[in-house]
């Protein structure tokens, strides 16, 4: 808000007039305000961490553009659990993350994607599989994930993330596991059921080497490479 004084020719005391406060500084604000914690409109998921204005949820991950028949098997998977009282929702968007998802300040934004830009320029597109069922768990054990584990393809996903890590480095952010199941979760649940889930693995499995097609579907084309931060996604395009 600004005030500028007006002298009034009659009492020459000083008055104040409230100026509009510019669109152009407003838009500063918001771009800077992040959605607040809300588990119910996030279907009971809880942050990792709290939520802090000026602060980004950041991950580095390759999306994953799945064909119809793809969703199908994903269905045939969750119906098959189902019968089993092991009731799981189905995600919406599929990746196979690169980072682990960190904290970037606002003002590292810029520098920190202009870091990524420069490592990705040296990677050549590339096909993996993802195609072995495993069960996930996150870090809190909050939430249980029905995966898709690479098995061909993994050892030059490794290359990226040590790429990947080096922009982490440079910022005091967390690298990526030692030794990573670079998969695509296809599903979750609420609370820590892996045990259960684990007891069905092998049927999962035989499923999914069954379905008509799998070897085609369940392979992904990986052309860019890309970074979500807060509200804002950058792509970076292989060779």
């Known amino acids: 808000i600004f005030l500028y004084p007006i002298l009034s020719p009659r009492t020459k005391r000083v008055q104040c007039q409230r100026l509009p406060v510019p669109e152009s500084v407003m838009g500063m604000f918001k771009e800077l305000e992040e959605e607040l914690d809300d588990s119910v409109q996030h279907d009971g998921r809880i942050r990792s961490f709290p939520h802090q204005r000026g ?8 999306e994953y553009y799945p064909e119809v028949e ?21 995600l919406a968007e599929f990746h196979i993350s690169l980072s682990q998802t960190v904290v970037l300040r606002y003002h590292w934004i810029n520098i920190f994607v202009e870091s990524l830009k420069e490592k990705m320029t040296s990677f050549d597109r590339f096909y993996c599989v993802s195609d072995k069922v495993k069960i996930y768990i996150n870090q809190e054990n909050t939430r249980t994930f029905l995966g898709l ?10 290359e990226v993330v040590n790429e990947v890590d080096k922009s982490m480095k440079e910022f005091d952010l967390k690298t990526y596991y030692k030794k990573p199941s670079f ?45 979500k931060t807060g509200n804002k996604i950058f792509s970076f395009p292989l060779r």
């Open 55 to 62: 602060n980004w949820s950041t991950l580095v991950y390759l």
């Open 70 to 90: 793809f969703v199908e098997l994903i269905d045939l998977l969750l119906t098959h659990l189902q019968m089993h009282k092991l009731p799981m929702a189905r």
């Open 149 to 158: 584990e690479v098995s061909a393809g993994s050892s030059y996903l490794q």
């Open 183 to 227: 998969h695509i979760s296809v599903a979750w649940c609420l609370g820590d059921v892996t045990a259960e889930l684990e007891k069905h693995q092998q049927e999962l499995q035989a499923i999914v080497d069954r379905f008509e097609n799998g070897a085609k579907i369940l392979r992904m084309f990986a052309d860019q490479v890309r970074c």
